[in-house]
């Protein structure tokens, strides 16, 4: 089976969150009205695993787990090595905030993990400490270079904050000179009920034209392999990269080719939209089987929105959703 929605996209990758529990508390990803989801709500790894398995056989190619801190969950690596020893097929990545990693790389390095996206914002200690609210910058750094070592090849998504992290864009391109990296600025989202998105917004364009004031920055030609939604850029005399990706100036809706399932087993096929299809019920069902999952993502996909006209719809600085992106899975 092949999902496909009403308007002709194709749907190849599905993030998985496997918690919403995280050690970090990031300020435009934890509300300050959050409230974890109650354990016994969560998905058990069985479960996860036949949805992959589900997934596997309707055309999913890529799958990311995420959270929350998807380290966080106890057992994690155990699940990651069913997935990859179910699917060696699938092409699995794994987002963190990379706080907890170092001492995990050898045994990702072993089950065969080669890539992974860190979340990081900042640079500067200070500043870390800021935007998410525990002092973990050296732990995060050591993690880099031990995966770098390792040879697990490393993504940085960097949440683009003006007032933040915008005087630090010659520190993020120096890092990426030296190190062989992609460090992908992504524009700050209005999600959730108390964002302050408007005066946060730091668009894809003015980082563009910040930092070819910097240094030389080449356009990378899309291939089959860089096909996602970050425009990349080469840095002249550089190992790394820079990547931009533009949800809100720039959307790439027409090509959005992902679904969601929250860590509680809602499907979201938009992540600007609070429609949840309610997949946990039914895999605790024994009358109802794979068929019924089946039908219900077939069915939320043909249904897939475009996100942009939710981002269209909004009224002033409100969140474009309701739901924090803590408990979505970025």
Request: proline share 4%; hydrophobic share 35%.
């Amino acid at each position: 089976m092949i999902l496909t929605d009403k308007i002709g996209r194709t749907v190849n990758y599905l993030r998985l969150s496997v918690t919403d529990r995280c050690n970090l508390r990031c300020m435009y990803c934890v509300t300050k009205d959050f409230k974890f989801i109650p354990h016994p709500e969560i998905l058990r790894y069985e479960e996860m695993l036949r949805l992959v398995d589900l997934a596997a056989s309707m055309n999913i190619s890529k799958l990311r787990l995420t959270g929350g801190e998807p380290f966080a969950r106890r057992g994690f690596m155990g699940f990651i090595s069913s997935v990859m020893s179910s699917h060696p097929e699938l092409d699995l990545r794994i987002t963190t905030n990379g706080t907890l990693i170092e001492p995990l790389v050898p045994e990702l390095k072993k089950i065969g993990v080669s890539r992974l996206n860190i979340s990081l914002d900042t640079l500067d200690r200070k500043t870390f400490a800021e935007v998410t609210g525990r002092d973990h910058l050296n732990d995060v750094l050591a993690a880099i270079s031990a995966c770098l070592s390792a040879g697990i090849r490393i993504k940085i998504n960097a949440v683009a904050m003006k007032g933040i992290n915008d005087k630090e864009l010659g520190s993020f391109i120096d890092f990426a000179r030296e190190h062989p990296i992609d460090i992908r600025f992504i524009e700050f989202m209005p999600m959730g009920d108390d964002t302050k998105s408007d005066s946060r917004f730091w668009s894809a364009d003015d980082i563009l034209e910040q930092g070819r004031q910097l240094t030389n920055l080449i356009p990378v030609k899309r291939t089959a392999e860089n096909r996602g939604p970050a425009r990349m850029y080469t840095i002249e005399n550089g190992k790394g990269r820079l990547g931009l990706i533009s949800p809100v100036s720039s959307h790439f809706c027409s090509t959005c080719n992902r679904l969601r399932i929250t860590s509680d087993g809602k499907l979201r096929t938009c992540l600007f939209s609070d429609r949840t299809y309610r997949l946990r019920n039914i895999l605790r069902n024994p009358k109802l089987g794979d068929d019924t999952l089946r039908r219900v993502i077939a069915a939320a996909t043909r249904d897939k929105p475009l996100g942009y006209h939710l981002l269209e719809q909004r009224s002033g600085s409100e969140g474009v959703c309701v739901t924090q992106m803590s408990a979505i899975g970025g």
